[in-house]
């Protein structure tokens, strides 16, 4: 955003007032009347200034419609609620449901990927992937319909059963790696169904 002059600050702040209080933006004629122009044009002229610095933006020709462009704005654009679906095991799978737990809010350039409907994420419990610096506590961001390829770490269904592993294939069979020596592959004896495949991790720092 360009500098903007005494004035035009004035004038921008009036518009933030007036949307603040009244909810909707200000005339031209009520921009004019509260500083004292003796013309809209003046009010106009101001407007105008202010859109082509990239403070305020709105059609021109349609009332009470400028928006002011705050810098922290398009960073708010960015953010997407992604539903976290409770925990999954990272270690020996277990038998536990998902349920909603809210939402966890990103900013999608930091994670690298644009989510969909289909993205939702995962508490991790366990240390079954340390390998793969996928930490307890950790929450990793997953995208369900994918068809897995060998070597990504998925959410899975084995057997009915819940884990987060490495998917691989051997032999033309898939199985579920772990990535600590401590923890065995997993065959399954019936069924693999993968509930998604991993596009990023969320860390948080633990006291």
Do not use: W
Not at 33 to 44: D, E, L, P, T, W
Not at 117 to 126: E, I, M
């Amino acid at each position: 955003m360009k500098s903007l002059t005494q004035r035009q600050q004035e004038v921008l702040r009036f518009i933030e007032r007036s949307l603040s209080q009244a909810g909707v933006s200000p005339s031209l004629r009520e921009i004019a009347g509260h500083f004292g122009f003796r013309s809209m044009k003046a009010a106009a002229d101001h407007v105008s200034a202010l859109k082509r610095k990239g403070a305020l933006s709105g059609p021109s020709r349609r009332a009470r419609s400028l928006t002011p462009n705050h810098p922290l704005q398009a960073l708010r654009k960015q953010i997407v609620n992604i539903p976290l679906l409770g925990a999954i095991p990272a270690g020996l799978p277990d038998d536990r449901s998902q349920e909603v737990e809210g939402c966890v809010s990103v900013d999608i350039s930091s994670i690298g990927i644009r989510p969909t409907s289909r993205t939702f994420a995962l508490r991790v419990q366990g240390d079954s992937m340390i390998g793969r610096h996928i930490l307890n506590g950790d929450i990793v961001v997953l995208e369900h319909g994918m068809s897995p390829r060998a070597g990504d770490v998925v959410a899975a269904l084995i057997d009915n059963e819940s884990t987060l592993k490495t998917y691989l294939i051997q032999r033309g069979k898939p199985f579920l790696r772990a990535e600590n020596p401590r923890y065995p592959d997993l065959i399954p004896a019936q069924e693999l169904v993968i509930q998604g495949v991993m596009k990023a991790l969320i860390r948080k720092l633990h006291a």
